[in-house]
């Protein structure tokens, strides 16, 4: 379930009254269509919505189909009340694994060049509305992963203007979204 926004707008970094409850924490773990019914409220949620959507959709035609999204930024804040304006993107970042296709560094080199609308988060935000990154599951170092986490984490659980903390969401890269983009499209 995707708690209320707080009196800030934004999602709460933790439910109850103890921060340090693990099962607790953001991100909350939730189904693209949590995101979409508590989302998409207005046309330019929708808009968002369809192009996030049509992202993930080309993720899994390239072979990405282990993983989860984290999803942040004005997208899952009140920024309507909060700044008078709708959200211009969603904020996502995709951990998963290469595609087995891509396991060799000159495959997955290849792959990165030649799917700009992927990789490339400007690329992706002009064809998806989507501020998107990546994260490579399959390079097997702890150190790198920790530092990606923390990095993501550090930079998703605080709006950049006011530093408040803030919680975010965490959605499966598998699900196939068809019934959701049947549902935005109706």
């Given at each position: 379930?995707?708690?209320?926004?707080?009196?800030?707008?934004?999602?709460?970094?933790f439910?109850?009254?103890?921060?340090?409850?693990?099962?607790a924490?953001?991100?909350?773990?939730?189904?693209l269509?949590?995101?979409?019914?508590?989302?998409?409220?207005?046309?330019?949620r929708?808009?968002?919505?369809?192009?996030?959507?049509?992202?993930?959709?080309?993720?899994?035609?390239?072979?990405?189909?282990?993983?989860?999204?984290?999803?942040?930024?004005?997208?899952?804040?009140?920024?309507?009340v909060?700044?008078?304006?709708?959200?211009?993107?969603?904020?996502?970042?995709?951990?998963?694994?290469?595609?087995?296709?891509?396991?060799?560094?000159?495959?997955?080199?290849?792959?990165?060049?030649?799917?700009?609308?992927?990789?490339?988060?400007?690329?992706?935000?002009?064809?998806?509305?989507?501020?998107?990154?990546?994260?490579d599951?399959?390079?097997?170092?702890?150190?790198?992963?920790?530092?990606?986490?923390?990095?993501?984490?550090?930079?998703?659980?605080?709006?950049?203007?006011?530093?408040v903390w803030?919680?975010?969401?965490?959605?499966?890269?598998?699900?196939?979204?068809?019934?959701?983009?049947?549902?935005?499209?109706?």
């Amino acid at each position: 379930m995707i708690p209320s926004h707080n009196e800030s707008g934004v999602l709460p970094p933790f439910l109850g009254n103890n921060p340090a409850a693990q099962a607790a924490m953001a991100p909350y773990r939730v189904s693209l269509l949590e995101v979409v019914s508590r989302f998409g409220t207005t046309p330019e949620r929708i808009k968002i919505l369809s192009g996030f959507i049509a992202y993930r959709d080309e993720l899994r035609k390239v072979g990405f189909l282990n993983g989860f999204q984290w999803l942040d930024g004005s997208f899952v804040e009140n920024v309507e009340v909060t700044q008078c304006r709708p959200p211009a993107d969603i904020d996502i970042v995709t951990f998963s694994y290469r595609p087995e296709q891509y396991k060799d560094e000159g495959q997955w080199v290849g792959l990165i060049e030649s799917r700009p609308d992927l990789f490339d988060p400007e690329v992706a935000r002009d064809k998806f509305h989507c501020d998107a990154y990546f994260v490579d599951l399959s390079l097997g170092m702890p150190g790198y992963l920790i530092d990606q986490t923390k990095y993501w984490f550090g930079l998703f659980s605080h709006q950049r203007v006011s530093s408040v903390w803030k919680g975010m969401l965490e959605i499966p890269l598998t699900n196939d979204d068809s019934d959701v983009a049947a549902l935005l499209s109706a």
